[in-house]
């Protein structure tokens, strides 16, 4: 774990991210993309668009195209092998609305520690450190998302959790069908109603948001600082408004005794899955399962105590657009950065192993799929 | 982030691992190594006996001596700026004590991912998965702390729960004197009771370790894949035995407010610390605060069920020297783990501005002290 | 020395590349860039438009725009320390000039060995094998330029021979006032008949270019692979048509006894440079010289035989714009090769000592600019 | 191409080296090691032993052991594909030989440099800046060397000139029968007298060494930066004593028609092999011919003039036991720098096409055994 640039990310499949919130663009290139694939923009621009603001009236009303451009390494729809740069213009940008804030440093926001770290600051939305960035995780992870699933491999997330208000259920089925992508019918109207009621006051909630990746063979993943736990959590912790991640059973299993947490082995694989699916940092097989404690929008409309560029004492209270609750906008992104993170450590097995990846039909799905049904992981 | 091998840590300073609980020895190179600066073994080597097990009867009877080599980069007590290469060479091996679960998976552990990634185990303590893997973070952790602390920068550990009993209090001058490495004398009683109890019955319990770093400018981390919160995690999460990571308010922030969540800035700097000390993933100046969900050891006594290298059912009861209780000896782990991050992110920093880091005295401290007084961070 | 990427260049500061000849654009990403510096954008151009072709009748007639944009990463003229990433979009076009050729590998190029390797290959001019690359490579050999200027640091080149006529005069008052960038108005007729010759009979020639860079001080350089001398020579032989590198007296100190080839030291430093400005791979504060072998350009109209797709015996005959001599060109890409390599060697040797480069004035400038004077430098 | 440290080299098979020439030890972790392979120790002490001194006496007196001893990543004789770590003990240190010039820059050597980039210096004997480095280089190539002929590919190395003496004549049989590698029997004992003549006088020679690496596949190497050109010229002049490298016809091919130097393509592949075997970085199948200047030894025992720490004008005569002609010990080492390259690259193009190299059967090897018989390159 080498860290050669903050702005990019992986291996054997590596991207490099740039761009500001109100610059000229945002945009990213992929490299070690392997050559001749088809290459499907409209799929990628799909997996944007769930990024998106201005979906539903629980998230922020900004509706920016955020159309995305390819530069290079496209060659009448395949891919060449080479960098593949991809941009999105920025558009639609009201940097009026964070002129009164540039001389303040925004609670829970990256305002002050990005100016005394630089001794410079793009304070049009946050610049760099805006969620923006995020678009070109989105990009990449649509490209890592459509290889896996060619590998029978799904990567998909849904908030457990919104304003602490848990969903019990899992119903893959309502997840994209609601605007806070939940995925429990019977609790979706208390969690939009605690949404609404922050908004209403000017104020936001938080949520937890939990991933998925199924259909993974044994082998992923590798041992001291490569572990798939480990660069799961960088994955996700490097998601702005993430605090917090846990794998399996998390926290819980640090209050249980060993015989409880550990998953017994048969001939199916693991007998439970409070590990989330991993050994040793290594895939079983079993789904992985991360869980990320989302906070509350830090931008609200509520006055709060701050202070300025020469220190003093002031009061903030940032107008604009922005979502009450951040939760469902970061689903998207989990999951696309869970989705680099395996389809990464595929490519990187392949590489140890003579291009041979353990075979998923090494254990008995269908007896997986009894062990581990659509629903709480735990 | 791009991730080069899984044996190495860092970018500016870095560090690659080596060797297997049986093998000849197990070590480390580091590289990076500002050139000129006393290099001082014992300390090193203090460190290593913090994380030695044999320290009380709450944890493994082994008694490995753990002596530290240095092989190179060092000329007369000094640095040279060349790598720094260390090794312990295994002693006090009992092979003998794993030979009869080489054909079965040890439920928790890595030999079943091992066995299908790789194609071949050394299945003499769990080789390269085995916590001994460990001894090399912490000899790099104590020269990064050594060098942190030369900088005004602490780093330290302690755990907050033990068998999901709480300890509130946050005694430093205890953490040291108890086997459990707990800081409130208060519980210390019921914690060691629970673990002893476990131990009667052949099982185990986990914990949950808390680390603080505190003395640190405005300033550390980067934007993107390089924040302060993704490094900490990666660093934490790829510690075997734990399985989630939390900062500062952690997974409690997502279901609060966001005017409750977020830290109003004064003049002495952050009100309240529930962002753990960093903000868009770069210190704030307050303490930075890491919690781990340390999972109960998973090497126990009562008999579990599993299989063997063929898949066929069978039943497993590890003996041999093990910890009913990891979470003690994972604390000098957690702490090298965060001193590599935190001084690395130093370098990194010195390197971008010109040599200059943010001062530490652009706060004021007495007033932080005041803010965050040794005690809960919560 | 871990090669992450192809694209990829540079440690502390980093470049990536991106783009093909007839792709919609040739770009980079600059990271590692220190935050709060100007941007001439406009003596990046500059330097751009040296390498461009169309400058005169002895280089390619095409007169590409080769305007660069910023998409990131500037502020207000000033750098903000985050990837700035740069593009010129691909303008005039004749891809038509290309489609006879697509179907038959053209000797001296890469059509044959990126077909073969990729399975699938862009005709048109070459693709991310074109010239056209060095765009990128001369952009951010521009700002490396700038920065090295600002530290006192000069780079420069001139073509030292040119269709094996040798210039001994080195007068750099003229390399940019003749079409051939050589450096002895003494001898440039006869370089300037042959390469005329040449281009009558659809036939081209090479030359030898020659990169001066001085004002360094002691110490930038590494040991074992990261040896200024390979690093330069990775940077010069990474550029398309250079087939071979030497330093100071390079192959010729092959011949020599060592009696005559060490250069002597002297208080105010080495005596002579045949070593070129580095001893252990490490600057010694006399001037770094590089010479770089410049192959004769490959595209030519001379009949030749060759194989198509199917490795079918054919010939080819490849008309559209080319250079009798490519030399001329060469000269900005490899100035700014060997920039990236000092300038990133100059922010590592910071990162080493605390951001103390050991200082110019160390060595008695006055008496090395009388030990090597401008012209040879054997 | 990110330089992450300078005693690394390599990507999907990476190594890092370590150790001073009288510290403890010289030594590597090799990291990218697939696993489940045989592991043969004594192959690798042999190719140590060619690099040894003491072999003859045209070449140092010294007898080091150089016994290399595994420490990990290697189980019952089969790699486990996890880090193998290697050591070599230094012994015989004759540090007393090197006492008297610790004061004093030696003329050729890093002395001076090692001393100002620094701040301090291990005199025993040149510390990093030492031969002895190149230990752990062939020691590392000897397993690539193994992996390569398995594969079909042979990589070796002679002398092409030893003082200025060139051979003609390419008799492999005889290379490793005479003391200073060369292949023409026929000027041998001229060469020999050159040598002879050199260290009677006190002084030393230098040489051309040439490597071939033959059986390569079409497609190994990447553009841009990654270059086989570029990456061999890293790996070779990353090597002490080496001053110059070209590929092919290399600086001749500046002095030539574009007609003339280019290689025509037939079915059978490449019709001559000016290109020294790739085209646009990339091989073509047809054998890789690289040639490095090896400077003469630095350490003579004739008087020269230096200065001390001070700067203060000095004179120095090296004793102890140094090679009159260090060409002949360059071979290994040179053939093991370029079997990295070439591993590493073959590693790296499986990662590239799903595990798929291109076949070496695609060309019609005997013809291209007929149009490259053994014999000169050019």
């Known amino acids: 774990m080498l860290f050669d640039s903050p702005s990019s990310f992986g291996r054997t499949f590596r991207i490099l991210t740039f761009g500001e919130s109100h610059g000229a663009a945002v945009g990213l290139v992929m ?93 049009r939305g946050g610049g760099r450190s805006s969620g923006r960035e ?5 990009a990449a992870g649509a490209w890592a998302k ?5 590998l029978g491999v799904t990567v ?14 899992l119903d893959w089925s309502f997840v994209e069908r609601n605007p806070l992508r939940v995925a429990d019918p019977g609790v979706f109207e208390s969690q939009k109603a605690a949404v609404e009621a922050a908004r209403a006051e000017g104020d936001s909630v938080g949520g937890v948001c939990e991933v998925w990746i199924e259909g993974l063979p044994v082998g992923l993943g590798d041992p ?20 917090g991640v846990e794998l399996g059973a998390g926290f819980a299993s640090a209050r249980r005794r060993g015989s409880e947490n550990n998953d017994p082995l048969g001939p199916a694989g693991p007998e439970k899955n409070d590990a989330g699916g991993t050994l040793g ?15 509350p929008t830090s931008s609200i409309t509520k006055a709060q105590r701050t202070i300025d560029r020469e220190g003093r004492p002031s009061e903030i209270s940032t107008h604009g657009r922005h979502d009450p609750c951040i939760a469902p906008r970061v689903v998207p992104v989990a999951e696309a950065m869970c989705a680099l993170v395996i389809y990464d450590a595929w490519l990187t097995q392949q590489e140890l192993r003579e291009g041979v990846v353990p075979s998923v039909s090494e254990w008995n799905w269908e007896a997986i799929e009894a062990l581990f049904p659509p629903g709480p992981a735990l």
């Open 31 to 123: 490299d070690g993309v392997k050559p001749d694939l088809p290459f499907d923009l409209e799929a990628i621009q799909q997996e944007m668009d769930r990024r998106r603001p201005g979906q539903s009236d629980l998230v922020t009303p900004r509706n920016e195209g955020d159309k995305l451009q390819v530069l290079s390494g496209v060659y009448e729809g395949r891919t060449t092998g080479h960098p593949i740069a991809m941009v999105v213009f920025n558009t639609n940008q009201k940097s009026g609305d964070y002129q009164a804030i540039s001389e303040l440093f925004r609670p829970g926001h990256a305002d002050l520690t990005y100016d005394r770290k630089y001794g410079i600051r793009d304070p």
């Open 134 to 138: 995020t678009l070109a995780r989105v």
């Open 146 to 150: 459509q290889q896996l699933a060619s």
């Open 156 to 169: 998909r997330g849904f908030n457990r959790e919104i304003a602490g208000i848990e969903g019990k259920a």
């Open 224 to 243: 001291a600082f490569g572990k798939l736990d480990g660069l799961l959590a960088l994955a996700c912790m490097s998601i702005g408004a993430v605090k």
């Open 281 to 295: 940092g290594i895939s079983t097989g079993a789904p992985v399962v991360v869980r990320l404690a989302v906070k």
